[in-house]
């Protein structure tokens, strides 16, 4: 009964690779976002959906997009990975937008 | 775009220690959120200020928001091991307080 859930944990891949993360929270939540938190521990928002709506695009780069089938899901597909993208990437969900977040456990994404 | 400075950026303490770590913004801020990120592990949402001149409490964990609504604090006392972590503050942003902006965080480290 975890309330928001990522898969996977870790992802190692190629350079030049596409993958995907799945997130699912089960908090009835309208809003959830994308982060990315990179090496220095820095927490930057990359999307958030309202009721599966785009709502923040953060100048992410176009081979992130991000999909919504439902208000309880919300995937991200990479696209041609690159080194930099190399990070942690943490679902998360909120009642309202900029209401207190609910993060996902996170996904260790390493690309080679 | 807007953000609040977070310092220190790493703290160590010894074990019974007190600490605290601060965010100011030159802007007046709606309210302010405190999220606690433990090694290896994912934010985790601690408590939020509204009002000006704030004060709560939870254990050993003290919060301030600031007269001016610019800048907030977060002290523990006595510090145990368990308190080891990346202490985050955060705060609604963007044109209509859209999202969620988060300070660099401070990272506490405890020697037993």
């Known amino acids: 009964d975890t309330a928001v859930s990522q898969t996977p944990k870790y992802l190692v891949t190629q350079m030049g690779n596409d993958k995907s993360i799945k997130c699912e929270q089960n908090?009835?939540?309208?809003?959830m976002y994308w982060y990315k938190q990179d090496s220095k521990k820095f927490l930057k928002i990359m999307f958030s959906?309202?009721?599966?709506?785009?709502?923040i695009n953060e100048t992410v780069p176009n081979r992130f997009s991000p999909k919504s089938p439902d208000k309880a899901h919300l995937n991200l597909h990479i696209n041609s990975l690159e080194l930099g993208d190399s990070a942690v990437y943490f679902c998360?969900?909120?009642?309202?937008?900029?209401?207190?977040?609910?993060f996902g456990p996170g996904t260790r994404l390493t690309v080679l | 775009g807007q953000q609040v400075m977070q310092i220190p950026q790493y703290q160590h303490v010894q074990e019974g220690e007190d600490f605290t770590t601060y965010c100011n913004s030159s802007?007046?801020?709606?309210?302010i959120q405190w999220y606690k990120q433990r090694p290896g592990g994912h934010p985790v949402f601690l408590i939020q200020l509204v009002k000006s001149g704030e004060v709560k409490k939870q254990k050993r964990l003290t919060f301030q928001f600031g007269e001016a609504k610019k800048n907030s604090s977060l002290h523990i006392t006595a510090t145990q091991t368990t308190d080891v972590g990346t202490y985050f503050c955060?705060?609604?942003?963007?044109?209509?307080?859209?999202?969620?902006?988060f300070g660099k965080g401070t990272l506490l480290t405890v020697n037993p």
């Open positions: 908090l009835g939540h309208d809003t």
């Open positions: 998360a969900s909120s009642h309202s937008l900029a209401d207190t977040q609910y």
């Open positions: 802007t007046t801020l709606s309210n």
């Open positions: 955060a705060h609604p942003s963007g044109g209509s307080n859209y999202k969620l902006t």
């Open positions: 959906y309202n009721n599966k709506e785009l709502i």
